[in-house]
C-alpha cells in the first residue's frame, strides 16, 4: 500500500490556528448499531479549521450513518463530539447548526417554488409584529451570497435556478444557518453526482475559495475528486475506520485497495485481455439520420452484435437527450432506427422495447426501480408485457424462474425473489435494472452511467457483466460522463458536441484505444 | 455494513415487526370481532341468521363493490370521487329502460355499460387532458349525480319484474343471490390485482410512473383501465341494488363515498397508492356494515349515527396508516 498509516498522534499535531491545541470539530470513538447490525464501530476523527477532509468507502461502510449522526439526525450508542474544544450533543440539525454543523444533502433539498432568499431563511424567517420583513430577508440574502462569492440571484424562483444555482443555494444555506459559528463544519454528501464536468469545476473553485472560512468534509464515490478536493482523507469500511492518509500521499488504487480490502480494479476495464478482439457479429442496430427537434441529431451509426459503443460528451453535449431518444422516450422529428429487422419512425419507448431496445436511466431511484415492490416485480417488469400470448393471466412461475436466475447470474446479493429493491445496496439495485432487460433477452440496450453512484466493487461486477452480455451477441451503447470508464468498455467511441457526433467514432479496440486527452479535444 | 450484513438487517426487520405492524394486520380483525361481540350482548336481534345475512350481508354488498371499484385508481395513486354517482346514475337507467322501454334483461348490460362508459370517460380526461383524477372524477360527481336525477324527475321512478328481480332477490341454497354475486367479484378482482398484467402495472403506476414507462408499458392506457373497471363495478352495484328494491329513488348511492373510502384505506390500500390490493377491503367494508346495523338496533337516533360513524372512520384511518411512509400529509 502506498499510503502510510497516520496515528492519532500524529493528527494531534495539526494544531488549530485558534490556538489552544484543540481541533475545531473531533469525533471520539464513536459507535452505532441498528438492531442486529453494527454500522459503526469506534469511529474517531478530527477536523481543524480550513481543512478539506476526504471521507470514503464502499455502499453501506458507514458514511451516511456519520454523517447523521453528526449532524443529530441519529444519536450514537457510544462517543462524544467535541466542538472547539467542548463536548456536545446534538438531538437534531438545528442544535448541530448552532455549532455551525450543517450538511448539504445529496438529494437537493431546497423548495423549487419558492425564491432564492425564501430558501435561505426557511425555518428562520425574519419578522417583525409577526409579518414577513421580506425586503430586508432579500437584501440580506443578496449581500450574503455575493460576499461567499456566490452568483445567484436570491430573488428568483428556485426552479428557474440550473442544477448547479440550486447546490450553490445549499452551500449558501449551510453557511448561514451557522452564521453564529466562527468556524462551520459544511458536509457535503456526494455533492458532484448530479454534476457534470463543468459544474463540478465551478463547486471545487467555490470550496477552494472558501476553505479559509469554513470546514469542509467532502464524502463522495469518486475517488479521483476526493483527491483533487481534500488535503487529508478518512477511509471506512464495514463501519469501521480504516485509515486516515494525506490526499499527496493516496492514490486511487491505494484508496480503493484500503476500501475494499484487497487490490481491485477500477483498472478492471483496462485490463487488456478483458476485452478480447471483438468477435463482432452482425448490424443489429442501425441508426440513420435520427433528429430531435433543433437539440439532437441527425446522427447516423450502426451497432454490430456483441459490440459496445461508447459515447462522451460535455454537459449540454445532448448525450443523454440522445439516449432517451434512442430509448423512444424524445420524440424522433426526423430520421429513423432500424433493430431486428424493423424500421421505426418516431417509435415510443414501447415500440423500441417491442424491437428490442431496452434503456437504462441515469437515475435508477427516480428512473429505474420501483423501490418498494420486490425484487420479483422488478425484474419481471418488462417481460410481463407480453407474457402468456393474449392471456390476461400473469404466469408467476415463469417469472419466478426469470428472477431466480437473474439473482444467480447476476448475482444480486438479497434475501430472496420478494425482498423489497429498496433495502438492497446501491449495486445490487443496478444489477436488478439490467435483469429487467436480461430477463427477455433484449439484444440491444442503451446505457446511461450505468456504474454512477455504485461502490468499487459493484463497478467491477457490472464491468463483467457487460462483458458477459457481449460475448453473448449483446450489443451496448454505453454513454458516460467517466472517460476511462467508456475507454476501455468500448470498441468504438463517439464524441457528442451540439447534439451532433463530431467526426467519425474512434476505433477503441483493445491495444488502440484513444486517451482521454485525444477525446478532450473533441469535446471542447 | 458490508452488503450480506444489509440482507441481516432487511431479516431482522421482517423478524421484529413494530406495534403499528400488528395493529394494521390485525386491526380491522380486531374491530369486527369485537363489535360482533359488543352487538351479540347488547341486543337480542343481531346474532341471528335472519339479522346477519337479511340485513348485515346484503347490505354490506353494495359497499363492497363500490370500495373494490374505488381500490383501484387508489392502488395507481389516482381516485375515483364519482362512484355514487355511478351507482344512482346506473340505477336510475335500469329502472326506466325496464319500466318505461320495457326491456328484459337487456337493461342489465345496458346500464352496466353507462358504468363503464363513464369511467372510460373520466379515465379519458385524466389521461389525454391531464386533469388530476381527484378533479375530474369530483367534477363528475356532481354531473352524474345531476344527470340521474332530472331522470328520476325528482321522486322515486319504479318498476314490476319480479322475475329479473329474482336476480338479486333470490337465493341459493338459502344464500341470498345478492350476497353470492358480491362474493364472486370480491374473487374476481383479486385475481385482477394479483394474477393479471392489468393488477402488476396498478401496483407499479402507484409507486413510479416514469420506471413503468421506460420499461415499455403503454402507461396511458394502464392509467385509463382502472376507471372503466371502477365504472363497471358501481354499475353492478347499482343494478343488483335497484332489482333488489323495484325502484330508483333520486338519492340513491348517497353517502357511498366516505364510507368506501374508509373501507379501502382500513383494508391496508395506502391513499399514496403501490401497497395494498382489493383482498383486504372486504374487512372494512364489514366493519361499517356490522356498525350500521348494531347501531339500528340498539335504536340509535339516525343523525347520531352520522356522527359516531364519522368519527369511527377518522379513527380506523388514524390507526391503520403506516406513518412510516408518509413525510407530509396534505
Not at chain 1, 443523454?320 to 423512444?328: E, I, K, N, S, V
Given at each position: ?103 448539504v444533502h445529496q438529494e437537493q433539498d431546497v423548495i423549487t417554488t ?55 443555494l445549499e452551500i449558501a444555506k449551510a453557511f448561514h444557518v451557522s ?126 452484435e456483441g459490440e459496445i459503443f461508447g459515447i462522451v460528451g460535455v ?210 | ?330
Amino acid at each position: 500500500m502506498a499510503s502510510e498509516i497516520h496515528t492519532e498522534a500524529m493528527d494531534a499535531d495539526r494544531t488549530s490556528p485558534t490556538g489552544g491545541g484543540e481541533h475545531s470539530f473531533r469525533v471520539e470513538g464513536v459507535s452505532k448499531s441498528f438492531r442486529h447490525v453494527q454500522a459503526l464501530e469506534d469511529v474517531s476523527l478530527a477536523v481543524d479549521h480550513g481543512e478539506v477532509i476526504g471521507l470514503v468507502g464502499e455502499n453501506g461502510a458507514g458514511k451516511s450513518t456519520l454523517l447523521n449522526i453528526l449532524t443529530g439526525v441519529l444519536q450514537a450508542d457510544a462517543g462524544q463530539l467535541y466542538v472547539d474544544g467542548e463536548a456536545v450533543t446534538f438531538t437534531n440539525p438545528r442544535e448541530a447548526a448552532n455549532y455551525g454543523v450543517s450538511l448539504v444533502h445529496q438529494e437537493q433539498d431546497v423548495i423549487t417554488t419558492m425564491r432564492g432568499y425564501e430558501n435561505l431563511y426557511l425555518g428562520r424567517e425574519l419578522e417583525r409584529f409577526g409579518v414577513l420583513e421580506k425586503e430586508r430577508m432579500r437584501e440580506d440574502a443578496q449581500a450574503f451570497v455575493d460576499e461567499l462569492g456566490i452568483n445567484i440571484d436570491v430573488d428568483d424562483r428556485v426552479r428557474n435556478y440550473t442544477f448547479n444555482e440550486r447546490q450553490m443555494l445549499e452551500i449558501a444555506k449551510a453557511f448561514h444557518v451557522s452564521q453564529k459559528s466562527e468556524n462551520p463544519v459544511i458536509l457535503l454528501d456526494e455533492p458532484t453526482a448530479g454534476l457534470e464536468e463543468s459544474g463540478r469545476e465551478i463547486l471545487f473553485d467555490l470550496v477552494n475559495d472558501l476553505r479559509d472560512r469554513a470546514t469542509f468534509v467532502f464524502v463522495s464515490h469518486e475517488l479521483d475528486e476526493v483527491l483533487q478536493i481534500s488535503d487529508r482523507i478518512y477511509v471506512l469500511k464495514d463501519g469501521e475506520r480504516v485509515d486516515t492518509t494525506t490526499a499527496a500521499e493516496a492514490t486511487t488504487d491505494s484508496l480503493q485497495q484500503a476500501m475494499v480490502g484487497r487490490e481491485t480494479a477500477d483498472e478492471y476495464y483496462r485490463v487488456p485481455d478483458q476485452q478480447r478482439e471483438a468477435d463482432l457479429g452482425e448490424t443489429a442496430m442501425t441508426v440513420d439520420g435520427v433528429t430531435h427537434e433543433d437539440t439532437v441529431g441527425p446522427i447516423s451509426f450502426s451497432v454490430r452484435e456483441g459490440e459496445i459503443f461508447g459515447i462522451v460528451g460535455v454537459e449540454g453535449s445532448g448525450k443523454q437527450r440522445f439516449g432517451r431518444l434512442l430509448a423512444g422516450d424524445l420524440d424522433t422529428t426526423q430520421g429513423s432506427v432500424s433493430v431486428g429487422g424493423t424500421t421505426l419512425q418516431n417509435p415510443t419507448v414501447s415500440d423500441m422495447v417491442d424491437a428490442g431496445v431496452g434503456y437504462i436511466p441515469k437515475d435508477r431511484k427516480s428512473e429505474g426501480l420501483l423501490l418498494y415492490q420486490s425484487v420479483l416485480v422488478n425484474t419481471s417488469l418488462a417481460m410481463v408485457r407480453d407474457m402468456n400470448g393474449n392471456m390476461p393471466l400473469l404466469d408467476l412461475a415463469a417469472e419466478e424462474e426469470a428472477t431466480l436466475n437473474a439473482i444467480e447470474e447476476l448475482a444480486i446479493k438479497t434475501p430472496g425473489p420478494n425482498a423489497l429493491v429498496h433495502g438492497l445496496s446501491g449495486g445490487n439495485q443496478q444489477k436488478v435494472v439490467i435483469a429487467r432487460w436480461l430477463a427477455q433477452e433484449t439484444p440491444v440496450l442503451v446505457m446511461d452511467n450505468v456504474t454512477r453512484g455504485i461502490d468499487v466493487g459493484a463497478k467491477e461486477e457490472v464491468y463483467r457483466l457487460c462483458r458477459e452480455l457481449t460475448e453473448k451477441g449483446v450489443s451496448i451503447v454505453f454513454i458516460g460522463d467517466e472517460l476511462p470508464e467508456v475507454i476501455g468498455m468500448s470498441n468504438r467511441i463517439a464524441v457528442m458536441a451540439k447534439g451532433e457526433f463530431v467526426g467519425e467514432p474512434f476505433d477503441a479496440s483493445p491495444g488502440n484505444k484513444p486517451t482521454e486527452e485525444e477525446l478532450i479535444q473533441e469535446m471542447i | 455494513m458490508s452488503t450480506s450484513s444489509v440482507s441481516e438487517w432487511i431479516t431482522a426487520q421482517r423478524e421484529q415487526r413494530t406495534l403499528q405492524d400488528w395493529i394494521q394486520d390485525l386491526g380491522p380483525f380486531v374491530m369486527l370481532f369485537g363489535l360482533l361481540l359488543v352487538f351479540t350482548f347488547t341486543t337480542e336481534r343481531f346474532f341471528t341468521e335472519a339479522n346477519l345475512l337479511d340485513n348485515v350481508a346484503k347490505n354490506a354488498v353494495t359497499l363492497l363493490l363500490v370500495a373494490l371499484a374505488g381500490t383501484f385508481p387508489i392502488l395507481q395513486q389516482s381516485i375515483d370521487l364519482s362512484v355514487e354517482s355511478v351507482v344512482l346514475l346506473t340505477g336510475v337507467v335500469t329502472v326506466v329502460l325496464i319500466a318505461q322501454f320495457g326491456m328484459g334483461l337487456l337493461a342489465i348490460p345496458l346500464a352496466i355499460g353507462v358504468g363503464m362508459l363513464a369511467g372510460l370517460f373520466n379515465g379519458l380526461v385524466f389521461t389525454k387532458l391531464k386533469v388530476p383524477s381527484f378533479l375530474v372524477t369530483l367534477g363528475t360527481l356532481s354531473v352524474m349525480a345531476g344527470v340521474g336525477k332530472i331522470i328520476t324527475g325528482g321522486s322515486t321512478i319504479t318498476f314490476r319484474n319480479p322475475a329479473i328481480r329474482t336476480i338479486s332477490t333470490g337465493d341459493v341454497l338459502g344464500i341470498p343471490n345478492l350476497v353470492l354475486w358480491g362474493l364472486l367479484i370480491y374473487v374476481a378482482t383479486i385475481v385482477l390485482a394479483f394474477r393479471t398484467k392489468f393488477g402488476r402495472y396498478c401496483f407499479a403506476l402507484g409507486e413510479n410512473e416514469r420506471v413503468v414507462e421506460l420499461a415499455g408499458a403503454k402507461v396511458d392506457r394502464y392509467k385509463i383501465y382502472p376507471f372503466v373497471l371502477s365504472g363497471l363495478l358501481c354499475g353492478i352495484a347499482g343494478v343488483l341494488l335497484t332489482l333488489r328494491i323495484s325502484s330508483a329513488s333520486p338519492n340513491i348511492g348517497s353517502g357511498l363515498l366516505l364510507p368506501s373510502i374508509a373501507a379501502i384505506v382500513m383494508g391496508g390500500t395506502a391513499l399514496t397508492g403501490g401497497v395494498g390490493g382489493p383482498h383486504r377491503t372486504i374487512l372494512g367494508v364489514l366493519v361499517i356494515a356490522v356498525l350500521n346495523n348494531g347501531m339500528n338496533l340498539l335504536g340509535i337516533d339516525s343523525f347520531v349515527q352520522e356522527i359516531i360513524l364519522g368519527l369511527v372512520v377518522v379513527a380506523a384511518v388514524a390507526l391503520s396508516i403506516d406513518r412510516a411512509k408518509i413525510d407530509v400529509v396534505k
